[in-house]
C-alpha cells in the first residue's frame, strides 16, 4: 500500500473534508460519552441546546467565537506561508497584557476611538513580536519556530503572573491574582443587552474580509503563497522571502494579539492567567477546520465555540466531564488532518 | 530472431492509470546474454513497463514469466528471487552506510545471528573482478561518484543472483566516459550470460549498446529492430511517429557584446564554485557552454538569475554591474532567466497558470499593491496562444502541464519581455522531441531579433546546433571560445575533458 500524489485537489473534496472530520469526531466521542453512563444521543442534544437553546446561550457561543476568529486567522496566516505557529496562546495574552496596562493609566487621557486605537496597535504590536522573535530566530540560526513558539506561550503565562501579582495587581480584588481592571470608558459596548457579545465580533469579522482581499489580491498576499508553497521558485520570481516571512509573523502574531486585546475590552474588563480557555491552541485547529481559508475561519470558530460552551452546558445537566470538549475539537483535528492528507494523496495498493 | 527458450517473456502486459493506458498488450522476449534497448520518449510507457515486470505496479492485464515460469503479480520479493534485478533511475541508496553494507540489507536472514561480513566481502569482491565493477566495499557510499553508486546498484542485483538485469534510463545521471564504462560492462555481462533490458531515449546509446531494440510509443509497441539492421534516423521516425526536424540556425553576423564576465569567481554554499570565468555573449549571437553537469554550471545559472553575488572579477550587462544583483533587478534591467530545474525553481505547481506567468513582475502588474488580475490573465491566455501550451487555460493548475508545456510557459513569459539577454539553462532537459524542437525555434528566433543568449546544456547535439561559439565549463573553469562550425566530437570530448590547449589547436588544424 503506498500514497500517491493526485493529479489535481478537488475543490469539492476540501469542502467536504471538515464536515466529515466533525461528523467523524462526534460518532467518535460516543463511547466516551457513553462510559460516562450518558445516552450520546442526549449528551449533543444538550450540548445543542446550551450552544444555540436560549438568547443567553446564543450570545455566549457568539462571545466565545469572536477570539477564536482572530486567533484562527493568525494560525492561517501564517500555516499559508508555512509558518508554523504554534504560540497564539502567548501572542493572545501579551495583547491582552498590554491593554490592561495602558487601559488603565496613560491611555484613559485620550478620546475614545483614538484610545481603541492606540490599544488595537499596541496589543497587536506586542503579539508581533513574540512571533517575530522566533521568527527572526529561525530565519538567522534555523531554530524550529513550533519549540520556540509553544514554549514562550509557558513562558508568557508565567510573566502574566507575575504582573498580577505585583506592578498590575488589583488591590481592590479581595486578594485574586488579577490585574486592575480597565477605564469602565474604554469596554466596548454590547452588541445585545444584557449579555456579553460585544462589537469585537464585527471587528473580526472585518478583520477576516480585510485578510481575505489582502490574500488573494494583493501581491503581498501572492507572493505569500508562492513562498508558502515553493520557496526556491518564489526566491527565483523575485519575491524576497525574508521579508515576506517577516511581514507574515508580525500580521499572525498581531492577529492573535488583538484578539487579546478584544477579550479584555470586552467580556474580561481586567487580565488573569486563567483568562484563555486555550484560545491559542484552539486557533490552530480553526484554521486546520477552515483549511486555511479566511472565510472559513468564521464557520470554524463558530464550531469550536459551540463545543465550548455547548460542553459546559451539558456537563451541568449530565454530569459528562466538559473536558469533552477538549477530546471533540482534538478528534476533530486529528480527523481534518487526515482528511486533508487524503484531498491531497489516494491510497493505491 | 528469439532463442527457442527465452529467459524472460512479457505476455500481453496492460496498465492503466485512471483514463491513461500506460502499457497497452506488450509482448516481448528476452534471450539468454542478450541486451534489448528499450526506447521511447518521455511518457511512453517504458519505465511503466520496467515495474511492472520487477513486481512493483501489478498489471491489469498480462503476465510476467521468467523460464517460463510465471511471476506471482505486484512482488518485488518474487521477482527478485526469480532472478531479476533493477537499477533505478534514481538510486535506492543508504548513504550514510558502507557499500557492502548497502549490498547485504536485505540479503541475509533478518533471524541469521551474525552478518557474514568476511564472506560477503569475498563474494562482492568477486562479483566486482569477474564484471569489472571496480568498487571498494569499505566506502560510505555518500563519499562516491555518481557512477560509483551506479556500480554499487549492479553490485546490489548480482550479489542477490539476478541473471536478468533492468536498468532504467542508467545513462542519465552519467557523463559520456562514465556511459561508455558502463556499456563495456553491460557487454561483458551479457558475454557471461545475462540477460539485459536497459530504457533509453538516446538514439547513440541504443545504436552502440543494444542487439536489439524495442520502440515503445503510446504505450504500445510500435516496433521491434535488431539494433544491426537498423539506423538512428528510422529509430526516431519510429519512436516520434513522424519526422520531427529540429530547426536549423541561420548564419549571421553578431553585434556588439551585451554580456561580458571577466576574471569571474563565485565562491559561496556548496557545489561547483566558478573560478576566475571570461565570456562575452554579443547581440544576436548564442553562447554554448557545454560540459558534464556539476562542473559550476549550476552556479553560473545562479550568478547570472540573480540568486548568488560574484566574490571577484565583474560581471556587466551592457555596460551595468550584474555581478551582485537580485532577481527581481534581473528582471527588472531585463534580463530573461530559464531555470535548470523547471519543478524546483521555475514554476510553482499549485498556483494558477496566471500567477506563475506574472510571478516575476507581480510590481509592475499591480496598482497600489492589488495584482490586476484582469490584465494578468489576458498577458496569460495570449501567452498559450502564442506558445502553443496545451491543454491550459489562464487558471489551470501550473502542476498539471507536461514538462514541454511548463518550459513553454517559463520560455514565453521571458520572451514576451523582449529581453536583451536571455539566460538558457538546460532549456530541453527530459523533454520530448517535439517540445525540443518548439524550444529551439523560439530560441533561434529570439536571437535573430537581436537576444543575446548563454545556452548551458549537456545536449551536445542541442549546443552545436543552436550555438555560434561554444566553450566548456570544467571544474568551475571556462575554456577558451571555439565557433561551433569547428565542432567535432573530438574537439567536444577534448574541452570537456579540461583538455582545451589541445583542442584548441586540434580546431585551428581543422580549418
Given at each position: 500500500?503506498?500514497?500517491?500524489?493526485?493529479?489535481?485537489?478537488?475543490?469539492?473534496?476540501?469542502?467536504?473534508?471538515?464536515?466529515?472530520?466533525?461528523?467523524?469526531?462526534?460518532?467518535?466521542?460516543?463511547?466516551?460519552?457513553?462510559?460516562?453512563?450518558?445516552?450520546?444521543?442526549?449528551?449533543?442534544?444538550?450540548?445543542?441546546?446550551?450552544?444555540?437553546?436560549?438568547?443567553?446561550?446564543?450570545?455566549?457561543?457568539?462571545?466565545?467565537?469572536?477570539?477564536?476568529?482572530l486567533t484562527?486567522l493568525a494560525a492561517a496566516v501564517a500555516f499559508r506561508a508555512r509558518l508554523w505557529n504554534i504560540g497564539g496562546e502567548g501572542q493572545f495574552y501579551m495583547g491582552?497584557l498590554v491593554?490592561?496596562?495602558?487601559?488603565?493609566?496613560?491611555?484613559?487621557?485620550?478620546?475614545?476611538?483614538?484610545?481603541?486605537?492606540?490599544?488595537?496597535i499596541a496589543g497587536m504590536a506586542a503579539g508581533a513580536m513574540m512571533l517575530l522573535i522566533p521568527t527572526i530566530l529561525r530565519l538567522r540560526f534555523g531554530v524550529d519556530e513550533v519549540v520556540t513558539t509553544m514554549l514562550l506561550n509557558f513562558v508568557v503565562i508565567l510573566f502574566i503572573?507575575?504582573?498580577?501579582?505585583?506592578?498590575?495587581?488589583?488591590?481592590?480584588?479581595?486578594?485574586?491574582?488579577?490585574?486592575?481592571?480597565?477605564?469602565?470608558?474604554?469596554?466596548?459596548?454590547?452588541?445585545?443587552?444584557?449579555?456579553?457579545?460585544?462589537?469585537?465580533?464585527?471587528?473580526?469579522?472585518?478583520?477576516?474580509?480585510?485578510v481575505?482581499?489582502v490574500q488573494?489580491?494583493?501581491v503581498f498576499g501572492?507572493e505569500t503563497r508562492a513562498a508558502g508553497l515553493n520557496p526556491r521558485?518564489a526566491a527565483?520570481?523575485g519575491v524576497p522571502l525574508t521579508t515576506t516571512l517577516i511581514k507574515v509573523a508580525a500580521l499572525s502574531g498581531g492577529l492573535a494579539g488583538l484578539a487579546g486585546?478584544?477579550?479584555?475590552?470586552?467580556?474580561?474588563?481586567?487580565?488573569?492567567?486563567?483568562?484563555?480557555?486555550?484560545?491559542g491552541y484552539?486557533g490552530i485547529?480553526?484554521a486546520?477546520?477552515?483549511?486555511?481559508?479566511?472565510?472559513?475561519?468564521?464557520?470554524?470558530?463558530?464550531?469550536?465555540?459551540?463545543?465550548?460552551?455547548?460542553?459546559?452546558?451539558?456537563?451541568?445537566?449530565?454530569?459528562?466531564?466538559?473536558?469533552?470538549?477538549?477530546?471533540?475539537?482534538?478528534?476533530?483535528?486529528?480527523?481534518?488532518?487526515?482528511?486533508?492528507?487524503?484531498?491531497?494523496?489516494?491510497?493505491?495498493? | 530472431?528469439?532463442?527457442?527458450?527465452?529467459?524472460?517473456?512479457?505476455?500481453?502486459?496492460?496498465?492503466?492509470?485512471?483514463?491513461?493506458?500506460?502499457?497497452?498488450?506488450?509482448?516481448?522476449?528476452?534471450?539468454?546474454?542478450?541486451?534489448?534497448?528499450?526506447?521511447?520518449?518521455?511518457?511512453?510507457?517504458?519505465?511503466?513497463?520496467?515495474?511492472?515486470?520487477?513486481?512493483?505496479?501489478?498489471?491489469?492485464?498480462?503476465?510476467?514469466?521468467?523460464?517460463?515460469?510465471?511471476?506471482?503479480?505486484?512482488?518485488?520479493?518474487?521477482?527478485?528471487?526469480?532472478?531479476?534485478?533493477?537499477?533505478?533511475?534514481?538510486?535506492?541508496?543508504?548513504?550514510?552506510?558502507?557499500?557492502?553494507?548497502?549490498?547485504?540489507?536485505?540479503?541475509?536472514?533478518?533471524?541469521?545471528?551474525?552478518?557474514?561480513?568476511?564472506?560477503?566481502?569475498?563474494?562482492?569482491?568477486?562479483?566486482?573482478?569477474?564484471?569489472?565493477?571496480?568498487?571498494?566495499?569499505?566506502?560510505?557510499?555518500?563519499?562516491?561518484?555518481?557512477?560509483?553508486?551506479?556500480?554499487?546498484?549492479?553490485?546490489?542485483?548480482?550479489?542477490?543472483?539476478?541473471?536478468?538485469?533492468?536498468?532504467?534510463?542508467?545513462?542519465?545521471?552519467?557523463?559520456?566516459?562514465?556511459?561508455?564504462?558502463?556499456?563495456?560492462?553491460?557487454?561483458?555481462?551479457?558475454?557471461?550470460?545475462?540477460?539485459?533490458?536497459?530504457?533509453?531515449?538516446?538514439?547513440?546509446?541504443?545504436?552502440?549498446?543494444?542487439?536489439?531494440?524495442?520502440?515503445?510509443?503510446?504505450?504500445?509497441?510500435?516496433?521491434?529492430?535488431?539494433?544491426?539492421?537498423?539506423?538512428?534516423?528510422?529509430?526516431?521516425?519510429?519512436?516520434?511517429?513522424?519526422?520531427?526536424?529540429?530547426?536549423?540556425?541561420?548564419?549571421?553576423?553578431?553585434?556588439?557584446?551585451?554580456?561580458?564576465?571577466?576574471?569571474?569567481?563565485?565562491?559561496q554554499g556548496?557545489?561547483?564554485?566558478?573560478?576566475?570565468?571570461?565570456?562575452?555573449?554579443?547581440?544576436?549571437?548564442?553562447?554554448?557552454?557545454?560540459?558534464?553537469?556539476?562542473?559550476?554550471?549550476?552556479?553560473?545559472?545562479?550568478?547570472?538569475?540573480?540568486l548568488?553575488r560574484?566574490?571577484?572579477?565583474?560581471?556587466?550587462?551592457?555596460?551595468?554591474?550584474?555581478?551582485?544583483?537580485t532577481p527581481r533587478?534581473?528582471?527588472?534591467?531585463?534580463?530573461?532567466?530559464?531555470?535548470?530545474?523547471?519543478?524546483?525553481?521555475?514554476?510553482?505547481?499549485?498556483?494558477?497558470?496566471?500567477?506563475?506567468?506574472?510571478?516575476?513582475?507581480?510590481?509592475?502588474?499591480?496598482?497600489?499593491?492589488?495584482?490586476?488580475?484582469?490584465?494578468?490573465?489576458?498577458?496569460?491566455?495570449?501567452?498559450?496562444?502564442?506558445?502553443?501550451?496545451?491543454?491550459?487555460?489562464?487558471?489551470?493548475?501550473?502542476?498539471?502541464?507536461?514538462?514541454?508545456?511548463?518550459?513553454?510557459?517559463?520560455?514565453?513569459?521571458?520572451?514576451?519581455?523582449?529581453?536583451?539577454?536571455?539566460?538558457?539553462?538546460?532549456?530541453?532537459?527530459?523533454?520530448?522531441?517535439?517540445?525540443?524542437?518548439?524550444?529551439?525555434?523560439?530560441?533561434?528566433?529570439?536571437?535573430?531579433?537581436?537576444?543575446?543568449?548563454?545556452?548551458?546544456?549537456?545536449?551536445?547535439?542541442?549546443?552545436?546546433?543552436?550555438?555560434?561559439?561554444?566553450?566548456?565549463?570544467?571544474?568551475?573553469?571556462?575554456?577558451?571560445?571555439?565557433?561551433?562550425?569547428?565542432?567535432?566530437?573530438?574537439?567536444?570530448?577534448?574541452?570537456?575533458?579540461?583538455?582545451?590547449?589541445?583542442?584548441?589547436?586540434?580546431?585551428?588544424?581543422?580549418?
Amino acid at each position: 500500500m503506498q500514497l500517491e500524489r493526485r493529479e489535481d485537489i478537488s475543490l469539492t473534496a476540501l469542502f467536504i473534508a471538515p464536515f466529515a472530520a466533525i461528523a467523524l469526531a462526534l460518532v467518535l466521542c460516543t463511547g466516551l460519552i457513553a462510559m460516562a453512563g450518558v445516552s450520546p444521543l442526549t449528551a449533543y442534544a444538550e450540548m445543542l441546546h446550551g450552544a444555540f437553546g436560549s438568547r443567553l446561550s446564543i450570545t455566549e457561543t457568539f462571545t466565545r467565537a469572536s477570539p477564536l476568529i482572530l486567533t484562527g486567522l493568525a494560525a492561517a496566516v501564517a500555516f499559508r506561508a508555512r509558518l508554523w505557529n504554534i504560540g497564539g496562546e502567548g501572542q493572545f495574552y501579551m495583547g491582552a497584557l498590554v491593554t490592561a496596562a495602558l487601559g488603565h493609566s496613560i491611555v484613559t487621557a485620550l478620546p475614545l476611538p483614538l484610545a481603541w486605537l492606540v490599544l488595537a496597535i499596541a496589543g497587536m504590536a506586542a503579539g508581533a513580536m513574540m512571533l517575530l522573535i522566533p521568527t527572526i530566530l529561525r530565519l538567522r540560526f534555523g531554530v524550529d519556530e513550533v519549540v520556540t513558539t509553544m514554549l514562550l506561550n509557558f513562558v508568557v503565562i508565567l510573566f502574566i503572573g507575575l504582573m498580577v501579582e505585583t506592578v498590575l495587581k488589583d488591590s481592590m480584588a479581595f486578594g485574586w491574582p488579577q490585574s486592575v481592571p480597565v477605564a469602565s470608558s474604554l469596554r466596548l459596548p454590547n452588541l445585545v443587552p444584557r449579555s456579553r457579545l460585544h462589537v469585537g465580533l464585527i471587528l473580526a469579522v472585518l478583520v477576516v474580509l480585510v485578510v481575505w482581499l489582502v490574500q488573494a489580491r494583493t501581491v503581498f498576499g501572492t507572493e505569500t503563497r508562492a513562498a508558502g508553497l515553493n520557496p526556491r521558485a518564489a526566491a527565483f520570481a523575485g519575491v524576497p522571502l525574508t521579508t515576506t516571512l517577516i511581514k507574515v509573523a508580525a500580521l499572525s502574531g498581531g492577529l492573535a494579539g488583538l484578539a487579546g486585546v478584544i477579550q479584555v475590552l470586552g467580556p474580561m474588563g481586567y487580565v488573569t492567567t486563567t483568562m484563555s480557555p486555550g484560545y491559542g491552541y484552539a486557533g490552530i485547529v480553526v484554521a486546520m477546520l477552515a483549511a486555511l481559508h479566511p472565510l472559513g475561519v468564521i464557520a470554524a470558530s463558530l464550531f469550536v465555540a459551540t463545543v465550548f460552551v455547548g460542553a459546559d452546558a451539558m456537563s451541568r445537566t449530565t454530569g459528562v466531564p466538559s473536558f469533552i470538549a477538549n477530546v471533540i475539537m482534538s478528534v476533530a483535528l486529528l480527523a481534518m488532518l487526515t482528511a486533508l492528507l487524503f484531498t491531497t494523496y489516494r491510497v493505491r495498493r | 530472431m528469439t532463442n527457442p527458450s527465452p529467459v524472460l517473456e512479457l505476455d500481453g502486459i496492460t496498465k492503466r492509470f485512471g483514463a491513461l493506458v500506460a502499457n497497452d498488450n506488450i509482448s516481448l522476449s528476452l534471450a539468454k546474454g542478450e541486451v534489448i534497448a528499450l526506447l521511447g520518449e518521455n511518457g511512453a510507457g517504458k519505465t511503466t513497463l520496467m515495474n511492472i515486470l520487477f513486481g512493483h505496479y501489478a498489471a491489469d492485464a498480462g503476465g510476467v514469466r521468467v523460464n517460463g515460469k510465471l511471476l506471482p503479480s505486484g512482488t518485488p520479493r518474487a521477482a527478485i528471487a526469480a532472478g531479476v534485478g533493477m537499477v533505478h533511475q534514481h538510486f535506492t541508496l543508504a548513504g550514510n552506510l558502507t557499500v557492502l553494507e548497502n549490498i547485504i540489507i536485505g540479503a541475509q536472514s533478518l533471524w541469521s545471528a551474525s552478518l557474514k561480513i568476511n564472506a560477503a566481502t569475498a563474494r562482492i569482491r568477486e562479483i566486482s573482478a569477474t564484471f569489472g565493477l571496480p568498487v571498494d566495499p569499505a566506502a560510505r557510499v555518500t563519499d562516491l561518484s555518481v557512477g560509483e553508486q551506479q556500480r554499487v546498484e549492479i553490485l546490489k542485483a548480482l550479489f542477490r543472483d539476478a541473471r536478468i538485469l533492468i536498468l532504467d534510463e542508467p545513462t542519465a545521471v552519467l557523463a559520456q566516459a562514465e556511459a561508455e564504462q558502463l556499456f563495456r560492462i553491460l557487454r561483458s555481462m551479457a558475454e557471461g550470460g545475462l540477460s539485459i533490458i536497459f530504457i533509453s531515449h538516446k538514439l547513440h546509446e541504443v545504436m552502440s549498446a543494444s542487439d536489439r531494440v524495442v520502440v515503445l510509443r503510446g504505450g504500445k509497441v510500435v516496433a521491434e529492430r535488431k539494433t544491426a539492421d537498423t539506423t538512428p534516423a528510422e529509430l526516431a521516425e519510429l519512436m516520434i511517429g513522424r519526422a520531427v526536424s529540429r530547426p536549423k540556425r541561420q548564419a549571421h553576423a553578431a553585434g556588439a557584446p551585451i554580456v561580458t564576465a571577466r576574471s569571474l569567481s563565485v565562491s559561496q554554499g556548496g557545489g561547483m564554485h566558478l573560478d576566475s570565468v571570461d565570456f562575452d555573449v554579443a547581440e544576436g549571437e548564442i553562447l554554448g557552454i557545454i560540459g558534464v553537469s556539476g562542473n559550476g554550471q549550476a552556479m553560473l545559472g545562479r550568478v547570472l538569475s540573480g540568486l548568488a553575488r560574484a566574490d571577484a572579477g565583474t560581471i556587466t550587462f551592457q555596460g551595468q554591474d550584474i555581478s551582485r544583483i537580485t532577481p527581481r533587478q534581473a528582471v527588472r534591467l531585463g534580463l530573461g532567466r530559464i531555470p535548470e530545474d523547471r519543478h524546483a525553481e521555475g514554476v510553482v505547481g499549485d498556483l494558477a497558470l496566471w500567477e506563475n506567468a506574472v510571478l516575476e513582475r507581480l510590481p509592475e502588474i499591480s496598482r497600489w499593491g492589488f495584482v490586476s488580475r484582469a490584465l494578468a490573465r489576458e498577458r496569460t491566455a495570449a501567452l498559450i496562444s502564442r506558445f502553443d501550451i496545451r491543454g491550459a487555460t489562464p487558471n489551470t493548475r501550473t502542476r498539471l502541464l507536461s514538462g514541454g508545456n511548463m518550459q513553454k510557459l517559463i520560455l514565453g513569459r521571458n520572451i514576451t519581455a523582449k529581453p536583451r539577454f536571455l539566460l538558457a539553462n538546460q532549456p530541453t532537459r527530459g523533454l520530448d522531441e517535439g517540445a525540443i524542437a518548439a524550444i529551439h525555434s523560439e530560441l533561434l528566433q529570439a536571437r535573430a531579433e537581436g537576444a543575446a543568449i548563454l545556452l548551458i546544456t549537456e545536449d551536445l547535439d542541442e549546443a552545436i546546433g543552436l550555438s555560434d561559439r561554444l566553450q566548456s565549463i570544467v571544474k568551475g573553469r571556462l575554456s577558451t571560445p571555439i565557433p561551433a562550425e569547428k565542432a567535432d566530437a573530438r574537439v567536444l570530448g577534448l574541452m570537456m575533458a579540461g583538455v582545451w590547449t589541445t583542442a584548441q589547436q586540434g580546431a585551428k588544424h581543422a580549418t
